[in-house]
Structures are given as C-alpha cells and as structure tokens.
C-alpha cells in the first residue's frame, strides 16, 4: 500500500525498516496522516513496521514482473476468476494489518470497494487473500521472519517472499498447526513449479521483465493443456 506519513515524522524520530514497539493508535495515527510523503507500514500485536519513501528500480521491476506472471497465469486459465490487489491495505482491526506486494484471491469471491467505505481490505469482513507475497529487495530477514509470523497468524494459506538479489522465491503453505511450510509447487496457481519462478527471476537479470515475464507465459502454457 502507499499511504501518507506525518509531516512530524522526522521530529518523532521513529523507527524505520525495523519493528518497534507501538499500539494500534500509533498505527492508525501513521496510516490516517494527510501528508504527502509515502508509507508502508505493518502492524502485529503491538509491533510496528514503518517504510518511508518510494520503492527502488529493483524492487519495481521485480515487483511488476510478478503481477504480469499473475496476469499471464489469470489469462491461461479464463475459467477460474482472479484478482490482484497488491499493496491494498490489508487490517485485522486492533491486531494486524500489513499491505503486501501481492495479493490474489482466486475465486470469485474477492473484495469490491464501495463508495463511502475505507480504501482497504477489512478482514473482519472479507475473506483473507489466497496468496500474498513480499519483493524482498532491502527486507529479506524481516520478510522471512516477523512478516511471515504475521501472514500465518491472518490465516493467508499461501506466502510468498521473493529474493530480488538471490533470484528465488521462497514459497510456503500453510499447515493445520497454523505454521508455514516450505513448498515446490503453488496452491493458490495450481501446478504452478515454484523453480519456474526462480529461472525467471534469473532471467530478469539478462533482459526486461517484460521479457521474462512473456517467456514464464510460455513455459506455463503446456501446463494449462495438462
């Protein structure tokens, strides 16, 4: 999500890119700031995660390069409804709430906005996403850690953290014990090879994502034919 920080940020010297004590008042105070500077914030039970300023060239590109691989997913299987809201808002009121690089519900029961309503996904009413992911570019352990208790503590069946210098995806499912388990293959894209990720993460490093992302479209074609 971008949202505002507070014109006072600097002055109140809060923490960046690391997890600090706060309530949820000091969240919503952050979240609900008018100033024009961006933020991405996340919240767990009295831990606060606050990002300040616009994402890097690395980061974007990885970041769209994963949103057009849902794209080519979504197009090559019309029969199954897909929607991408990556970086919306999403809140447990008084509890969690985070704003993922991805997010896809599979389904068609997906979150609509209605005029005069708040400009995120409330979890109290809406089902959680089917999957979420974190482009991990300067938040690697965080994402790998904290972030992940977060997305297992939501319910969120499928994680994804993807290392923009490793070139590989980290994928999870989620057990009955509530916990992630490492995983090779997508639930949420069904039979969808986690390792296709990672060579086209390695791709990435050779040419445009637009140009990975075309050549995922066409190792992920046979697999619809299956």
Known sequence: MTATSPAKTASRKI???????????????????????????????????????????????????????????????????????????LERAKVRASAPDL???????????????????????????????????????SDLDEKKHLYAALGIPEYWVVDVRGQRVFAFLLQENGEYLLCETSQALAGLPIALLDETLQRLAQGTNTSAAAWLSQQIAPLTQE
């Open 15 to 89: 923490p960046q890119d690391q997890w600090h004590r706060a309530t949820w008042a000091d969240y919503v105070a952050l979240r609900d700031d008018p100033s024009p500077e961006r933020i991405k914030l996340a919240f767990n039970e009295g831990w606060l995660w606050v990002t300040i300023g616009a994402e890097g060239i690395s980061h974007a590109a990885v970041s769209d390069l994963f949103i057009m691989i849902l794209g080519s997913w979504a197009i090559q299987h019309p029969a199954q409804a897909f929607s991408s809201l990556g970086r919306c808002l």
């Open 103 to 141: 997010i896809l519900y599979a389904g068609p029961n997906y979150p609509r906005w209605q005029t005069g309503e708040p400009r995120r996904i409330d979890l109290n009413q809406a089902r959680v996403p089917d999957l979420v992911g974190e482009i991990s570019d300067t938040t690697l352990a």
